[in-house]
């Protein structure tokens, strides 16, 4: 009886969030302030790392900048200066848990005070062919995408667990939700850090530590430079044009500041994660039609002139 009663209860949660989340992209629900938060943003120097400084800047945020190369850092810092906005710089790489640990630690007692917000966006991608690939670059993506992942939750998650206040951001990619060719390192490391966000946030769920919210934002290709080259059929490109980095930004702030767990930028491309559920040749065919399963061939030679 019990059993019947929690079946139809969840039954009609299950209706309720679909109605609840259909509307909501027609009718907006309302944004949570957060000026004054403390924002850590890792691969801050990179072109969506920098953009997001300066949104979370617009909204009166602080933000702690952590990137391997110091310049770009440093630029991205004087950015948000000029905006009038707070930057504190540190050179981290976050593959290793040390550096990670310790300027935790060393941001703890420079600003007196903790990071309530999350943004692990740092990310890279060998861009060759797995038999061309070097061991290094291999380990290299699964440890900037995905292990780094880990430190940096270990890190901070603590302090926002005990405050019950704080949001963690994953950067992932489509990448990490459907695949395709010469993009081993890339797919294998970003569908590691969707499972690792999509765990942690059960997690917190399950505990029911209400005050920490997650986003998890899967973009489809931006305009940084990262991906480039990397092309789908043009008649189908036309529907789906690679994403304008600030275009991209924005949508994911969006996201967060409506506490929503999981977003793809564009919407299109929940599509593909649909199809996943049809027969494997059903895809290859449609890979083929679009274009998608060659789509980065150009990206991996564009690599190789690069070197
Ligand atoms: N561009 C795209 O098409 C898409 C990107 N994404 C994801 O978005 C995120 C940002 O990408 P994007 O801005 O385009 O990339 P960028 O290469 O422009 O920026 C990445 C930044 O991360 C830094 N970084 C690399 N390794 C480390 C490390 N070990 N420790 C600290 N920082 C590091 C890079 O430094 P350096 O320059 O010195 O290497 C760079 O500043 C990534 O996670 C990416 O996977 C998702 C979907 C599409
Ligand atoms: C595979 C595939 C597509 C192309 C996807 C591409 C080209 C994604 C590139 C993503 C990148 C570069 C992400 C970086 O993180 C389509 C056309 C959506 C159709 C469905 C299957």
Same mark, same amino acid.
């Given at each position: 009886m019990i059993f019947l009663m929690d079946l139809q209860m969840m039954l009609l949660d299950v209706i309720y969030f679909i109605l609840r989340n259909s509307l909501r992209v027609i009718l907006r629900p309302r944004t949570k302030p957060i000026d004054g938060e403390l924002v850590l943003i890792t691969g801050s120097g990179g072109g969506l790392g920098r953009l997001f400084a300066l949104e979370f800047t617009k909204h009166g945020a602080e933000v702690v900048l952590w990137d391997i190369n110091s310049n770009s850092n440093e630029q991205t810092a004087k950015l948000v200066r000029e905006m009038g906005g707070k930057a504190y710089t540190y050179t981290v790489d976050v593959t290793s848990r040390e550096d990670v640990y310790r300027n935790a630690e060393l941001m703890r007692k420079d600003l007196g005070r903790d990071v309530t917000i999350l943004v692990n966006n740092a990310g890279v991608v060998a861009g060759k062919r797995i038999l061309d690939c070097p061991d290094e670059l291999i380990e290299r993506t699964m440890k900037v995408n995905c292990h780094a992942l880990f430190?940096?939750?270990?890190?901070?998650?603590? /302090?926002?667990?005990? /405050?019950?206040?704080?949001?963690?951001?994953?950067?992932?990619?489509?990448?990490?939700?459907?695949?395709?060719?010469?993009?081993?390192?890339y797919c294998a490391s970003k569908f590691a850090a969707v499972g690792f966000h999509e765990s942690l946030a059960h997690e917190l769920l399950s505990e029911e530590v209400e005050g920490v919210k997650t986003t998890l934002v899967c973009p489809y290709i931006v305009d940084t430079g990262m991906f480039e080259g990397c092309k789908i059929r043009e008649e189908v490109e036309l529907l789906l044009p690679p994403l304008e980095p600030q275009y991209c930004v924005e949508q994911a702030m969006n996201a967060i500041l409506v506490n929503q767990p999981l977003v793809c930028i564009p919407r299109l491309t929940y599509l593909p994660v649909l199809f996943r559920l049809l027969p494997w040749e059903s895809n290859v065919t449609a890979y083929r039609f679009m274009g998608s399963d060659k789509c980065m061939y150009p990206f991996i030679e564009t690599t190789k002139k690069q070197v």
């Open positions: 430190w940096t939750v270990k890190a901070f998650l603590p /302090q926002m667990k005990a /405050q019950n206040h704080g949001h963690i951001v994953t950067i992932a990619s489509v990448l990490g939700l459907f695949s395709t060719a010469c993009v081993e390192d």
